[in-house]
Structure formats: structure tokens, C-alpha cells
């Protein structure tokens, strides 16, 4: 054999090497895609986060806390807190966070005297501080009220702040329009947990 035929093995070990590391390097940035795409995924059909605007939800939420939403095969319940948009407001445009209080075929009263909210005649017991300032004229929903089928009845814990479902340009919110339950906070980190 010739010279130019003879197989260097420092020649063999350097090309394994280059080998070696680019296949490594392809493999972290499949990793990497792979990741990412995974996270899109989860972020745009499962899970969203969504900021908190304003204060209608305080002591809860916080304006600027940063909550999860999930929103895949979400039937609402009493209690749940949830992100929905207001198609026919003339006021909202972004998108609002509030409490449900009662679903379609509930039965809701508000008993401003003593600051209760009953559904079904039992009361809807909700994380508030302050007593509520009386909501009446033609702006508001008369102070009992059966929900539609397939609406919501919602209302801002911070119950003196929060434009909901006893306005009439809100109202019993359809189904359809909830874009999902805000189930964790993910900022500020202080608060940084399941919601109830």
C-alpha cells in the first residue's frame, strides 16, 4: 500500500470527533424544538396566561398578577374564577376576570341592607372585605334574577369596583364568551399558587 492509501488513525479520531459533536449539537436543538413547540402547544390549547387589569378582583387578584388559564372541555362552576370577554360593551374591550356566582337556571339575589349575595336561597360566601354600595336605577339588573340557560352570573370580588354582571351592558354572561377558569398565579411570585 501506498502512503496515500494508509488509514491515519489521528485523521479517523479528529473526523469522529467533528462527527461526535455535531451530532450532539443536533441533538440539543431537536431538544430544544421539540421543547418549544411542546410549551406553544400547551400554552395555545390548554393553558394560557393572562394578565389581571385593574382592581375588581382584589383581595384575590392584584392588578398586574399574572394567572393560568385552562380552558379545554371547562364546564363553569360556583366560585370558579374566570376570564371572559364582553362581546356588546361599549366599555370593555379587553378581556375581564370575575368570580362566577351562579350558572343557567339559578335562582340570584342581592341583599345589599346586609351585604349578602344568595343563590338559591342559600348565601354565596366570597373572599370580600367591604359591605356593597347599593346598585340600582336603569344602569343595573334588578336585585333578583334567574340566570339563562347556558349564562354565567358573575361579580368582582372587590365587590364596590367591579363593573359585572349587575350591569345591565354585562349581564348574565354567555358560556360560550368565558375564555377559561384561572386555575394558578404565576405572578408575583408571593402569591405564586393554586387560586381558589
Known sequence: MSENNE??????????????????LYEWV???VFALAFVVVIFTFLLRPVGVEGISMMDTLKNGDKVVIYNINYVPKQ?????L???????????????????????VRIDYD????????K???????????????????PTELTVPDDCVFVMGDNRNNSF?????????VK??????????????FSGFGFLQ
Do not use: C, H, W
Open 7 to 24: 488509514i491515519n488513525p489521528e485523521v479517523v479520531n479528529e473526523q469522529k470527533q467533528k462527527i461526535s459533536v455535531t451530532s450532539e
Open 30 to 32: 431537536e431538544s430544544i
Open 79 to 83: 366560585g370558579d374564577i374566570v376570564v
Open 85 to 107: 370577554s364582553i362581546p356588546n360593551s361599549k366599555e370593555l374591550k379587553a378581556p375581564i376576570i370575575k368570580r362566577v356566582v351562579a350558572v343557567g337556571g339559578q335562582k
Open 114 to 121: 346586609n351585604n349578602k349575595v344568595y343563590v338559591d336561597g
Open 123 to 141: 348565601e354565596f360566601v366570597a373572599p370580600i372585605k367591604e359591605p356593597m354600595a347599593p346598585r340600582v336605577g336603569s344602569d343595573f339588573y
Open 164 to 172: 359585572d354582571s349587575r350591569y345591565k351592558e354585562i349581564g348574565p
Open 175 to 188: 358560556v360560550k364568551n368565558i375564555l377559561g377558569r384561572a386555575v394558578f398565579r404565576i405572578l408575583p
